[in-house]
């Protein structure tokens, strides 16, 4: 329980003046959330471009993802409004495709937001009049809430009917002088007209004695209910025949016009019935689908945005609120498109939300459609997710995201938007593609804004767990994720010209997926998770040391692992690296060379600011490498393809239950795809 003097108003003062309690707007508070504390943020590189990361969206179980140039947009539109700019005048909406993860960002700021100011030193507070009965104007009403949850400063800062008088009033609770003429210049906001009309009956009760007036007067913490729709709130566009005003601002209530005889009191319009009063005292209103509303609707956001007032029959209502919205693409090209609702797009900052891009990323949003509880079959027994079914889907959609370009291959594009090295192609080939896609007038047509969106991957996974297939083996089989994919881009993809490349894009993703099976099987083959790995940079660390001075007489290349530092020898094996460099479709020394050139120039600018890096990225030397160990290490089968195919014979059963065992005790395989997947690995389907 409080005691009575925590709930009164000298002592919010006061709690102001010792720094215990604040008196800010939401601008302010969401800085302050997002930018306080020594980790807050810190640079990084995205599509070769540097840029700031906030920790705050980073945190928790399913925070954001990617999504890295809009939080900053939003970081700066709030940090702009916080020191009064002119964002504090507009409204922040994100305009995209469904499903990209607009809805998704907004209910986690609001999420994050209700936390912050859950906090002690956060919390916000408000105000209400006790024993308004006694005034004999308002009926059986006795208490009365602030109905915009104003802040009991502002109260403070309105108590006397002069200026001076309320400068002196904060000066005598502990506000030095010139803070209060500060606070009063800068911060200085009048009172809803209710409040402003019950103080003043209140002051006309009490003859004006302000001691008594304060009896009436009870401070409260702000409620922090998310189903309430207090501190954050939504609203979502409606039906346009039965959506009105009111949703928003509020009506004349009925049951209150039975207790108050003055007509003339804006108490008896109840704010509350609407949206935005109940995020009025420093909250976030989400507007979903703005542009779907009616147009009287929207001219409403329009007042609200620019003056950050509720109007209703002459009597205004400040708030303090931050407004964030959202939009698809043909809803706000269609209302951009009627010129005379300009002056509301004028009113708005305008973000474009794209799609994710990278494929590393995009494999945590691929474990969000996944679900985090682990799947059963319709008889509940366990279902188990073939490892590889991450990896296949997330390229299969974010390849449909990645444009065409004469300079670059889709396959260079991905490596590129990852952070990885695409062969010789350099990150700027990246930059000058998003830099003349961004000039294109039409939005969808820029860098990541049109694709295969996070819905439409969740429902290709739900027709993969809801066939029978599935059900039987008691597995997701990776393999299986593309028939769900194409089937989706045939049902929802109604653009021929998208669909055709979709389906390409579909191709693309499945030879990227024969390259990890045959990675996966010569690993099991093996016996070792990170076979292929070790082979990779077997060739890598022999064609640095050909060009290295100190190579002993018997071949051997002793040098320091970039990544422990300890000291390691390798000998040089010319026969392994032609068939390599063959395998890569190199004929002349030249080309060799050339290849070889690159391979160290990437060795040697990785072993500084990457030491891990493995060049397990460079598909066509895993490609290459993988071909030359698979056909030169199974002895007497001429290949592992033929040997695990033909199992007449002993030894080759053998090795097929070896590898079977393998994958399932050390590459996390369940029986039937690590089956699936030899039956797959031994046919020629998908090659590139």
């Given amino acids: 329980m409080k005691k009575k003097e925590d709930q009164s108003l000298d002592f919010h003062v006061r709690e102001f003046a010792q720094g215990s309690r604040r008196f800010e707007n939401v601008y302010e508070s969401i800085s302050r959330m997002i930018l306080t504390g020594p980790d807050a943020f810190r640079k990084t590189k995205v599509n070769g471009r540097t840029t700031y990361d906030f920790s705050i969206f980073r945190n928790g179980h399913k925070h954001l993802v990617g999504l890295y140039d809009e939080i900053n947009s939003f970081v700066s539109f709030v940090k702009d409004a916080a020191e009064n700019g002119s964002s504090s005048e507009m409204a922040f909406v994100l305009v995209g495709e469904p499903g990209n993860g607009k809805t998704y960002f907004v209910e986690y700021l609001c999420r994050i937001y209700r936390e912050f100011l859950s906090k002690e030193e956060n919390r916000r507070y408000t105000f209400k009049f006790m024993g308004m009965d006694k005034l004999g104007t308002y ?35 502990g506000l030095k002088e010139k803070t209060a003429y500060e606070l009063f210049d800068r911060k200085y906001r009048s009172l809803g007209a209710c409040s402003d009309y019950i103080l003043s009956d209140i002051r006309e009760y009490t003859g ?31 039906d346009k025949i039965t959506s009105s005003a009111k949703d928003l601002l509020g009506e004349e209530s009925v049951q209150r016009l039975l207790h108050i005889s003055d007509t003339s009191n804006p108490y008896r319009i109840d704010l509350r019935v609407g949206a935005l009063a109940r995020v009025g005292g ?89 679900g985090s509880l682990t799947k059963t079959t319709m008889s509940g027994e366990s279902l188990h997710i073939d490892p590889n079914l991450n990896f296949a889907a997330s390229n299969s959609v974010v390849l449909s995201r990645l444009p065409r370009s004469e300079k670059l291959t889709p396959l260079e594009v991905r490596k590129l938007a990852a952070g990885e090295v695409a062969g010789d192609k350099s990150v700027k080939a990246l930059i000058e593609l998003i830099d003349d896609l961004q000039k294109e007038t039409d939005i969808t047509k820029r860098f990541g804004q049109r694709g295969i969106g996070h819905r439409n991957l969740g429902r290709a996974i739900q027709l993969v767990i809801e066939n029978s297939e599935t059900q039987e083996g008691r597995c997701m089989f990776a393999g299986n994720i593309f028939r769900g994919v194409e089937q ?29 099976v045959r990675t996966d099987m010569f690993n099991a083959y093996m016996d070792e998770p990170h076979a292929i790995r070790k082979e990779v940079m077997n060739y890598v660390n022999m064609v640095v040391a050909i060009d290295s001075q100190e190579v002993g007489p018997d071949n051997m290349w002793r040098y320091a692992d970039p990544a422990t530092g300890e000291a390691k020898a390798i000998k040089i094996d010319d026969t392994y690296i032609k068939s390599v460099e063959e395998r890569l479709g190199l004929k002349n020394n030249e080309q060799k060379e050339s290849f070889r050139t690159t391979i160290r120039r990437i060795y040697g600018r990785k072993a500084h600011t990457d030491p891990n890096y493995d060049f397990m990225d460079n598909n066509e030397l895993v490609k290459a490498v993988t071909d030359v160990r698979l056909q030169s290490d199974v002895a007497g089968a001429g290949s592992l393809v033929g040997a695990l195919a033909n199992r007449t014979n002993e030894e080759n059963e053998k090795l097929y239950s070896r590898i079977i065992k393998t994958m399932m005790e050390k590459l996390s ?20």
């Fill in 208 to 238: 004006g004695n302000i001691e008594e007036m304060k009896k009436f007067i009870k401070i409260i913490p702000v409620p922090m209910s998310e189903t309430l729709g207090t501190v954050t709130g939504k609203y979502s566009a409606r």
């Fill in 669 to 688: 395989y369940c029986k039937t795809c690590a089956q699936k997947t030899i039956d797959y690995f031994c046919t020629r389907q998908d090659e590139s």
């Fill in 282 to 370: 420093g909250g976030i209103h989400f507007s979903d689908e703005m542009f779907k509303n009616k147009k009287d609707l929207v001219q409403v956001y329009l007042g609200v945005i620019q003056n950050r007032n509720i109007e209703i029959d002459g009597y205004k209502w400040p708030i303090d609120t931050l407004i964030v919205a959202t939009s698809n693409n043909e809803e706000f090209n269609r209302f951009v498109s009627e010129k005379e609702e300009a002056p509301i797009v004028d009113r708005c900052r305008i973000c474009y939300i794209g799609h994710n891009t990278n494929y590393k990323l995009q494999e945590e949003l691929t474990s969000y459609a996944l």
């Fill in 488 to 516: 989706i881009i045939l049902d929802y993809v109604k653009d021929p010209n998208f669909r055709a490349k979709y389906l390409e894009d579909l191709k693309t993703a499945k030879s990227l997926y024969r390259e990890k």
């Fill in 139 to 173: 009926g059986k009403i006795s208490d009365i809430e602030s109905q915009t949850y104003e802040d009991p400063t502002v109260l403070a800062m309105n108590l006397y009917e002069s200026r001076e008088e309320n400068i002196k009033y904060c000066v005598s609770l």
